[in-house]
Nanobody
Framework: QVQLKESGGGLVQAGGSLRLSCAVT????????MAWYRQSPGKRREEREL??????????NYADSVKDRFSIFENSTKNALFLQMNRLKAEGTAVYYC??????????????WGRGTQVTISA
């Protein structure tokens, strides 16, 4: 299993850019996929929206609302995950969470979450 810690959130004007980072520690080899989710104001935890995901072999997918504006990538050692966000829109204001999914030694699946980082986009 892994531990996740996000950073890089803040206040930015619509149209601007921001890069989020997620530090990953623990058993990196157990991770199959990493992702960024966001929870908009007034939404419950169960309503977190998948923003972007990347598999261990580098395949990516994005929510339609962020395609061509956001980019998810990892560093070469896979102990850091990033989300480059360009042309930000006010509706993107949310707490952004780093997520990891994988398999533990006994084959049991796990999901790990960070504590989130606030992104506020002013119109």
């Amino acid at each position: 299993q892994v531990q996740l810690k996000e950073s890089g959130g803040g206040l930015v004007q619509a149209g601007g850019s921001l890069r989020l980072s997620c530090a990953v520690t623990g058993n990196l080899a157990s991770v199959n996929q990493m992702a960024w989710y966001r929870q908009s104001p007034g939404k419950r935890r169960e309503e977190r929206e998948l923003v972007a995901a990347i598999t261990s072999d580098g395949n990516t997918n994005y929510a339609d609302s962020v395609k061509d504006r956001f980019s998810i990538f990892e560093n070469s050692t896979k102990n850091a995950l990033f989300l480059q966000m360009n042309r930000l829109k006010a509706e993107g204001t949310a707490v952004y969470y780093c997520n990891a999914g994988g398999t533990m030694g006994a084959g049991a699946p796990f999901t790990s979450w960070g504590r989130g980082t606030q992104v506020t986009i002013s119109a």
